[in-house]
């Protein structure tokens, strides 16, 4: 079974500064994906940034960047220069690869409020 | 632009009456497509997961029989609400995607009257 803790139900940022939301991930599998989902109020899930389990490299997607430690398994989410359009929920979710391509579905944690301060 | 479409966006319909979602893979072939049901100011729970051309896969809890999937082709999978009543009310929304990140659609609102 996998597991997606989000502990922080709530953030708030001055504009152009940085944030950083949490994740904390369970899973016995040893391949797996992580991502973050942006969701504004008007409801559509917006995919920001992946990282595998076996990349070296944290991942990096114009603003966003990913915190991968693996050993603490963390994957947080670090949005640089935060805009206004940035207020949103935002996701964190994990899929499970060991059985390869027969399973896709993935497992959310309960999410990070993010509010954007002018 | 939208790699997963799911119409319609709003739906307001009256206890007791069914009611169907679509959700469609604008570019792509989906064998699979996978829907979630979101209560307010909560996390995307998976209902089932469509498989095309074979029966739907439903996670614990959710009865097969109120929530109808059909995925009858590779580019479309319906979800029907049967027999709607208040408490069905709640934010649909479909995925599609192979081993890529999964792309949603923009999700269903469900009222039931």
């Known amino acids: 079974a996998q597991k997606i803790t989000q502990t922080q139900p709530g953030m708030f940022v001055q504009e152009k500064e940085a944030v950083t939301l949490d994740c904390t991930y369970d899973?016995?599998?040893?391949?797996?994906?992580l991502f973050w989902y942006k969701q504004p109020s008007s409801g559509e899930m917006i995919f920001l940034i992946y990282?595998?389990?076996?990349?070296?490299q944290n991942a990096t997607e114009g603003r966003y960047s990913l915190n991968f430690q693996k050993a603490r398994k963390s994957a947080n989410l670090v949005i640089s220069a935060s805009q206004l359009g940035d207020s949103a929920m935002y996701f964190c979710a994990m899929r499970g690869e060991d059985s390869g391509a027969g399973s896709y579905q993935l497992t959310f944690g309960k999410g990070t409020k993010l509010s954007v301060i002018p | 632009g939208a790699v997963v479409s799911q119409h319609p966006s709003r739906v307001i319909c009256k206890s007791g009456t069914s009611v169907k979602i679509e959700c469609r893979s604008l570019d792509f072939q989906a064998t699979t497509m996978f829907w979630y049901r979101q209560f307010p100011k909560q996390s995307l729970m998976l209902m089932a997961t469509?498989?095309?051309?074979?029966?739907?896969?439903?996670e614990q809890g959710v009865e097969k029989d109120k929530f109808l999937i059909n995925h009858a082709s590779l580019t479309l999978s319906t979800l029907t609400v049967t027999s709607a009543h208040p408490e069905d009310s709640s934010f649909y929304i479909c995925?599609?995607?192979?081993?890529?990140?999964?792309?949603f659609g923009n999700g269903t609102r469900l009222t039931v009257t």
């Open positions: 995925s599609a995607g192979g081993f890529s990140p999964l792309h």
């Open positions: 469509s498989n095309e051309g074979s029966k739907a896969t439903y």
């Open positions: 899973t016995s599998d040893q391949s797996y994906g």
């Open positions: 990282q595998g389990s076996y990349d070296e």
